[in-house]
């Protein structure tokens, strides 16, 4: 496999990016640290003869307990101590992201647009010429669920839960200036499954915002994967709230990514718990409800009944951990 040529711009500003986005639009795609876009160039999956690179654009860097730069590396989070202890759902997040190797390279903002996956279309050129390709890359059909509509590949970003349940924003700049707005409503849940996120076309991440009421939020990211040491999530399970061990509950939220097309936050379960006790009865309920709701495809590894069942144990076994005990 090898990279075809393409033209590499290097702007030094956000509004220079932009308006070499506006120029170059259609054409092009955002380089941060390439883990997830260059091996899909390789597989000449839906090449663009421009890139942008944002390594030379200082705003989109560094990290403080209330931002974190688009272009700031999962390592560099990773060894801030006290960035991961004022947030432990997040240190779980980073630190299950492929390998200590992929994060030294791996961007926030990189991990937050990664490109959704499935075994008919990380594939090389050839494998899925034999195929007829499928509707995300040079085809119209769809394989997984026989269609010409919509594509049902799988969100596989391990920080997109983590950031949804701490109620993070993201800061994005285009042609049209600058917006935030909340990690939750990035992502299109209503759309064709191709173009994964809600953003205009060419605009930038710039940056994650954590509010300060989401510093020092109980927490725990669990992910099912085939290899521990490497893959990407069958399944992940974000919880972060605020409550004392017996009394009631202030705050709490829930996410899954890596079962379904997008990550989603299950806000209309969690929300009635406050003010109530989190008994062990309420948790197995609640986990029972959120079972209910994901529905995994057969585009991954692991079968989608089996990991619609570990819903079930990982929502459990995250709660559990982070009120500090075993799943009940
Ligand atoms: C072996 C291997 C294992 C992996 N395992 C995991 C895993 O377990 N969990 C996981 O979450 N990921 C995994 N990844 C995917 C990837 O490494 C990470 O998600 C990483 O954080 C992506 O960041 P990046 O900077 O390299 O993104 P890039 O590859 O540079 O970009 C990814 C996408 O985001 C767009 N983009 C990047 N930055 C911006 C921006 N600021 N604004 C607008 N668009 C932007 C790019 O155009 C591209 O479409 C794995 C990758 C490899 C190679
Ligand atoms: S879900 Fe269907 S359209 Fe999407 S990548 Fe897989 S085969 Fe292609």
């Known amino acids: 496999?090898?990279?075809?040529?393409?033209?590499?711009?290097?702007?030094?500003?956000?509004?220079?990016?932009?308006?070499?986005?506006?120029?170059?639009?259609?054409?092009?795609?955002?380089?941060?640290?390439?883990?997830?876009?260059?091996?899909?160039?390789?597989?000449?999956?839906?090449?663009?003869?421009?890139?942008?690179?944002?390594?030379?654009?200082s705003e989109l860097g560094g990290h403080s307990l209330e931002r974190i730069g688009a272009t700031e590396r999962l390592a560099d989070l990773e060894a801030d101590e006290a960035f991961l202890a004022a947030y432990p759902v997040l240190a779980d997040a980073i630190g299950e992201v492929a390998t200590p190797l992929v994060?030294?390279?791996?961007?926030?903002g990189g991990n937050l647009l990664v490109e959704t996956r499935c075994f008919f279309f990380n594939q090389s050129y050839f494998w899925r010429a034999s195929l007829g390709f499928c509707l995300k890359a040079d085809?119209?059909?769809?394989?997984?669920?026989?269609?010409?509509?919509?594509?049902?590949?799988?969100?596989?970003?391990?920080?997109?839960?983590?950031?949804?349940?701490?109620?993070?924003?993201?800061?994005?700049?285009?042609?049209?200036?600058?917006?935030?707005?909340p990690v939750a409503q990035l992502y299109d849940a209503g759309g064709d499954g191709i173009h994964r996120t809600?953003?205009?076309?060419?605009?930038?991440?710039?940056?994650?915002?954590?509010?300060?009421?989401?510093?020092g939020l109980r927490g725990r990211y669990k992910k099912l994967r085939v290899r521990p040491s490497y893959d990407f999530p069958e399944l992940g399970v974000a919880v972060a709230g605020r409550w004392e061990d017996e009394g009631p509950v202030e705050s709490l939220r829930l996410a899954v990514g890596g079962a379904e097309t997008y990550p989603r936050r299950f806000d209309e379960l969690t929300d009635p718990l406050a003010g109530a006790t989190l008994t062990d009865d309420r948790v197995r309920a609640l986990a029972a409800e959120v079972?209910?709701?994901?529905?995994?495809?057969?585009?991954?590894?692991?079968?989608?009944d089996y990991r619609r069942?570990?819903?079930?144990?990982?929502?459990?076994?995250?709660?559990?951990?982070?009120?500090?005990?075993?799943?009940?």
């Open 139 to 181: 085809g119209d059909k769809c394989h997984v669920v026989p269609q010409k509509e919509r594509c049902y590949a799988t969100f596989s970003g391990d920080l997109a839960p983590a950031l949804m349940a701490l109620g993070a924003e993201v800061e994005v700049a285009g042609s049209a200036g600058r917006r935030r707005f």
């Open 198 to 215: 809600l953003l205009a076309p060419g605009e930038l991440v710039v940056a994650v915002h954590l509010p300060p009421s989401s510093r």
């Open 103 to 108: 994060r030294a390279s791996g961007t926030v």
């Open 1 to 57: 496999m090898h990279l075809d040529p393409f033209e590499l711009h290097r702007p030094e500003s956000v509004d220079a990016t932009v308006a070499l986005a506006s120029e170059l639009a259609g054409r092009f795609d955002y380089l941060a640290g390439g883990t997830d876009l260059l091996p899909n160039y390789k597989m000449h999956i839906n090449l663009r003869p421009h890139l942008i690179a944002l390594d030379r654009v």
């Open 291 to 304: 079972t209910q709701r994901v529905r995994p495809v057969h585009n991954t590894f692991l079968l989608p």
């Open 309 to 328: 069942r570990m819903v079930d144990v990982y929502v459990r076994r995250a709660i559990a951990e982070a009120r500090g005990g075993r799943a009940g």
